[in-house]
């Protein structure tokens, strides 16, 4: 078990972004609301990045055995996480994400078929950071609007992600050291940090009805 | 500035005025709804049509005028509005 505390954050991310994701499916369920099944899609996503990621890691360590992680299994479920992350900005009216320009459009999307997998793994932790402060900003602004306790606790989860992002993405200068589990640990904790308000909702007397869309 | 109001809102206050404003069992009237709910006739008839055909008003037919009262399926869906309305408000959204 090399990569044991890998191991245990990949899966509490896994579990946390799944507790979400169902919730929010229930809602969407309930009410029919595309809010909540953007929110759906943004935290299945997330939950599928780090279970790819523990996936890799388990492979690595009971199938494999290395010593490292296969890169591309790392950037892959790290660029599902980012999926994820744009649908929760996405919530939040991006208008301008992406460029109008044809040239802007082809120099965004040529490069990926151009620089290899470690280097896509840095791209998507730039832009996941750059969605996640996006999500935490607006998050902030929307507490001063209506006071809502809950938005708080939100608001410092999407900001610990987008650190832990960045970490992650500062830990290829020193990639043999601590930075990696670090970023990987604020991370759950941003996550768990979004799952408390979460918690609080009541499910007791809330069914699925399949007649209501 | 006049705060503005997803589809799912009008829906949850129509819902919720046939549920707390009413001590009429009959249920309320198309004017009563306009009023309390701040929205054209011709957008509360299609929303009232929806609604009823998903079970979650009862149209009744009262001395000659329709009226609108909110179901049990009803009651259950203001619930869970309610519910998920503060689950998305945590994350800075409305429904």
């Not at chain 1, 599902?80 to 301008?96: C, E, L, N, R, W």
């Not at chain 1, 280097?119 to 932790?125: D, S």
């Not at chain 1, 640990?185 to 308000?197: E, N, V």
């Amino acid at each position: 078990m090399e990569f044991l505390l890998e191991n245990i954050l990949n899966l509490i991310g896994f579990l946390v972004g799944l507790a979400i994701g169902i919730m929010s499916i229930i809602g969407f369920r309930n009410t029919g609301s595309p809010t909540l099944f953007r929110l759906t899609i943004a935290f299945f996503s997330i939950s599928l990045g780090f279970f790819v990621i523990w996936a890799g890691y388990m492979a690595e360590d009971f199938v494999i055995k290395s010593g490292n992680i296969e890169k591309g299994i790392q950037t892959l479920g790290i660029g599902i996480q980012t999926v994820g992350y744009f649908f929760i900005a996405f919530s939040h009216s991006i208008k301008s994400f992406f460029p109008k320009s044809r040239y802007f459009r082809s120099v965004g999307i040529f490069p990926l078929f151009l620089v290899s997998s470690a280097q896509i793994e840095h791209i998507f932790r730039s832009v996941s950071f750059i969605l996640l402060a996006y999500g935490a900003i607006e998050t902030m602004l929307s507490y001063f609007e209506n006071r809502n306790k809950g938005a708080i606790s939100v608001a410092i989860g999407l900001a610990l992600l987008a650190f832990g992002e960045f970490l992650g993405w500062y830990s290829f200068v020193f990639p043999e050291s601590i930075l990696y589990s670090v970023s990987m640990t604020i991370k759950i904790g941003g996550l768990i940090a979004l799952f408390i308000p979460v918690s609080k909702i009541p499910l007791t007397k809330i069914k699925f009805d399949e007649g209501l869309e | 500035m006049a705060e503005y109001r997803t589809h799912m809102k009008i829906i949850g206050d129509i819902l919720a005025t046939t549920r707390d404003d009413l001590r009429d069992e009959d249920g309320a009237t198309v004017t009563y709804l306009i009023r309390k709910a701040n929205i054209s006739h011709s957008r509360i008839s299609r929303i009232l049509k929806t609604l009823v055909s998903q079970g979650l008003l009862e149209q009744v037919d009262s001395q000659g005028s329709n009226k609108y009262r909110i179901s049990t399926s009803g009651r259950e869906f203001l619930q869970a509005y309610y519910t998920f309305t503060n689950f998305a408000n945590n994350f800075g959204l409305s429904i």
